[in-house]
Protein backbone atom coordinates (compact mmCIF):
# COMPACT_ATOMS: atom_id res chain seq x y z
CA UNK A 1 0.00 0.00 0.00
CA UNK A 2 1.40 3.57 -0.90
CA UNK A 3 2.13 6.40 1.73
CA UNK A 4 -0.89 7.60 0.52
CA UNK A 5 -3.47 5.39 0.44
CA UNK A 6 -2.17 4.12 4.36
CA UNK A 7 -2.96 7.81 5.01
CA UNK A 8 -6.34 7.95 2.81
CA UNK A 9 -7.19 4.37 4.83
CA UNK A 10 -6.14 5.42 8.13
CA UNK A 11 -8.46 9.10 7.75
CA UNK A 12 -11.44 6.41 6.39
CA UNK A 13 -11.19 4.38 9.59
CA UNK A 14 -10.93 7.21 12.32
CA UNK A 15 -14.59 8.51 10.86
CA UNK A 16 -16.15 5.22 10.40
CA UNK A 17 -15.13 4.26 13.78
CA UNK A 18 -15.76 7.53 15.19
CA UNK A 19 -19.52 6.73 14.72
CA UNK A 20 -19.27 3.49 16.67
CA UNK A 21 -16.42 4.11 19.74
CA UNK A 22 -16.98 6.23 22.44
CA UNK A 23 -14.37 8.45 23.05
CA UNK A 24 -11.47 7.65 24.93
CA UNK A 25 -11.52 8.02 28.66
CA UNK A 26 -8.50 7.32 29.36
CA UNK A 27 -4.30 7.22 27.49
CA UNK A 28 -3.25 4.32 25.70
CA UNK A 29 0.11 3.63 26.36
CA UNK A 30 2.25 1.47 24.75
CA UNK A 31 1.83 -1.50 25.96
CA UNK A 32 -1.90 -1.25 25.78
CA UNK A 33 -1.68 0.03 21.83
CA UNK A 34 0.08 -3.12 21.28
CA UNK A 35 -2.22 -5.32 23.33
CA UNK A 36 -4.76 -4.23 20.82
CA UNK A 37 -2.79 -4.69 17.63
CA UNK A 38 -1.95 -7.97 19.02
CA UNK A 39 -5.35 -8.78 19.29
CA UNK A 40 -6.70 -7.18 16.03
CA UNK A 41 -4.09 -9.36 14.40
CA UNK A 42 -5.43 -12.92 15.60
CA UNK A 43 -8.72 -11.92 15.24
CA UNK A 44 -7.70 -11.24 11.11
CA UNK A 45 -5.73 -14.42 11.02
CA UNK A 46 -8.53 -16.31 12.31
CA UNK A 47 -10.87 -15.03 9.47
CA UNK A 48 -8.11 -16.01 7.76
CA UNK A 49 -8.33 -19.55 9.01
CA UNK A 50 -11.50 -20.07 9.00
CA UNK A 51 -11.67 -19.31 4.82
CA UNK A 52 -9.28 -22.11 4.77
CA UNK A 53 -11.31 -23.99 6.91
CA UNK A 54 -14.28 -23.50 4.22
CA UNK A 55 -15.81 -23.06 7.96
CA UNK A 56 -18.63 -20.60 7.60
CA UNK A 57 -19.70 -20.76 11.53
CA UNK A 58 -16.12 -19.89 12.36
CA UNK A 59 -15.81 -17.16 9.33
CA UNK A 60 -18.69 -15.44 10.94
CA UNK A 61 -17.83 -15.72 14.47
CA UNK A 62 -15.31 -13.11 14.53
CA UNK A 63 -18.05 -10.22 13.44
CA UNK A 64 -20.28 -8.24 15.27
CA UNK A 65 -23.79 -9.19 15.34
CA UNK A 66 -25.12 -5.95 16.30
CA UNK A 67 -27.99 -4.52 13.51
CA UNK A 68 -25.61 -1.86 12.90
CA UNK A 69 -22.94 -3.67 11.92
CA UNK A 70 -22.37 -3.99 8.06
CA UNK A 71 -20.26 -7.08 8.38
CA UNK A 72 -18.96 -7.70 4.94
CA UNK A 73 -18.60 -6.64 1.32
CA UNK A 74 -17.10 -8.83 -1.05
CA UNK A 75 -15.95 -7.14 -4.14
CA UNK A 76 -18.76 -4.26 -3.96
CA UNK A 77 -21.62 -7.09 -2.84
CA UNK A 78 -22.31 -6.10 1.13
CA UNK A 79 -23.96 -8.82 3.46
CA UNK A 80 -25.25 -6.73 6.28
CA UNK A 81 -26.18 -9.24 8.20
CA UNK A 82 -24.32 -12.54 9.87
CA UNK A 83 -26.90 -14.35 8.16
CA UNK A 84 -26.42 -13.16 4.84
CA UNK A 85 -22.73 -13.59 5.33
CA UNK A 86 -23.03 -17.37 6.76
CA UNK A 87 -25.52 -18.31 3.59
CA UNK A 88 -22.92 -16.59 1.31
CA UNK A 89 -19.83 -18.30 2.88
CA UNK A 90 -21.72 -22.12 3.19
CA UNK A 91 -22.93 -21.45 -0.77
CA UNK A 92 -19.38 -20.68 -2.03
CA UNK A 93 -17.77 -23.37 0.07
CA UNK A 94 -19.84 -26.07 -0.89
CA UNK A 95 -19.11 -25.05 -4.66
CA UNK A 96 -15.70 -25.56 -4.42
CA UNK A 97 -13.21 -28.18 -3.23
CA UNK A 98 -10.92 -26.39 -1.21
CA UNK A 99 -9.69 -22.83 -0.03
CA UNK A 100 -6.21 -21.88 0.77
CA UNK A 101 -5.85 -18.67 1.77
CA UNK A 102 -3.47 -16.59 4.42
CA UNK A 103 -1.88 -13.03 4.70
CA UNK A 104 0.85 -12.51 2.24
CA UNK A 105 2.61 -9.63 4.63
CA UNK A 106 2.62 -7.89 7.60
CA UNK A 107 -1.47 -7.28 8.81
CA UNK A 108 -1.39 -3.67 9.55
CA UNK A 109 -3.08 -2.49 12.75
CA UNK A 110 -4.07 0.86 13.71
CA UNK A 111 -5.40 1.78 16.63
CA UNK A 112 -7.85 4.31 16.94
CA UNK A 113 -9.36 4.23 20.66
CA UNK A 114 -9.56 2.30 23.96
CA UNK A 115 -12.34 0.19 21.81
CA UNK A 116 -11.87 0.98 18.12
CA UNK A 117 -9.10 -0.53 15.50
CA UNK A 118 -8.74 -1.13 11.85
CA UNK A 119 -6.82 -3.14 9.66
CA UNK A 120 -5.52 -3.75 6.17
CA UNK A 121 -3.93 -6.52 5.02
CA UNK A 122 -2.44 -7.96 1.55
CA UNK A 123 -3.46 -11.72 0.96
CA UNK A 124 -3.42 -14.77 -1.52
CA UNK A 125 -5.70 -17.72 -2.60
CA UNK A 126 -5.85 -20.49 -4.16
CA UNK A 127 -9.38 -21.76 -5.17
CA UNK A 128 -9.47 -25.91 -5.83
CA UNK A 129 -12.56 -25.90 -7.79
CA UNK A 130 -14.62 -29.40 -7.95
CA UNK A 131 -12.97 -30.50 -11.26
CA UNK A 132 -9.61 -30.61 -9.27
CA UNK A 133 -8.30 -27.80 -10.97
CA UNK A 134 -6.32 -24.86 -8.60
CA UNK A 135 -7.18 -21.15 -9.62
CA UNK A 136 -4.76 -18.75 -8.00
CA UNK A 137 -5.58 -15.02 -6.87
CA UNK A 138 -4.63 -11.96 -4.68
CA UNK A 139 -6.67 -9.17 -2.86
CA UNK A 140 -6.65 -6.56 -0.50
CA UNK A 141 -9.17 -6.59 2.97
CA UNK A 142 -9.71 -3.85 4.97
CA UNK A 143 -11.60 -4.02 8.52
CA UNK A 144 -12.84 -2.24 11.28
CA UNK A 145 -13.44 -3.59 14.71
CA UNK A 146 -14.52 -2.17 18.09
CA UNK A 147 -14.06 -3.78 21.41
CA UNK A 148 -17.73 -4.43 23.32
CA UNK A 149 -18.50 -6.30 26.52
CA UNK A 150 -17.65 -9.69 24.78
CA UNK A 151 -14.56 -8.90 23.72
CA UNK A 152 -13.01 -7.58 20.01
CA UNK A 153 -15.17 -8.00 17.02
CA UNK A 154 -15.20 -7.30 13.65
CA UNK A 155 -17.91 -4.97 12.51
CA UNK A 156 -17.06 -4.06 8.98
CA UNK A 157 -14.81 -6.11 6.51
CA UNK A 158 -14.05 -5.12 3.13
CA UNK A 159 -12.47 -7.35 0.61
CA UNK A 160 -11.09 -6.57 -3.09
CA UNK A 161 -9.88 -9.27 -4.91
CA UNK A 162 -7.86 -8.38 -8.28
CA UNK A 163 -9.56 -9.60 -11.74
CA UNK A 164 -12.16 -11.04 -9.58
CA UNK A 165 -14.08 -12.35 -12.46
CA UNK A 166 -11.59 -13.51 -14.29
CA UNK A 167 -11.07 -15.89 -10.85
CA UNK A 168 -14.72 -16.50 -10.58
CA UNK A 169 -14.71 -17.68 -14.37
CA UNK A 170 -12.34 -20.09 -13.93
CA UNK A 171 -13.70 -21.62 -10.57
CA UNK A 172 -17.65 -21.33 -11.83
CA UNK A 173 -16.64 -22.42 -15.59
CA UNK A 174 -18.28 -18.71 -16.82
CA UNK A 175 -17.79 -15.01 -16.16
CA UNK A 176 -20.02 -13.24 -13.77
Same mark, same amino acid.
Given at each position: MTGGAHALLTRLARVGVSR?? !??? +? +????? +?? !??AVADTVKRIVIGVFVAASRRDAAGLVSGFAADADAQPIVWNGVAKPTIASLRATADTFYGAIAGLETQPTGEIRAIVLAPDGAAAEVSFTFTITTKSGERVPGQGVATALLRKRAGGWKIVHWHESEEHFDAVMGHVFGAHR
Open positions: CV !RPA +A +AHLTE +AD !RS
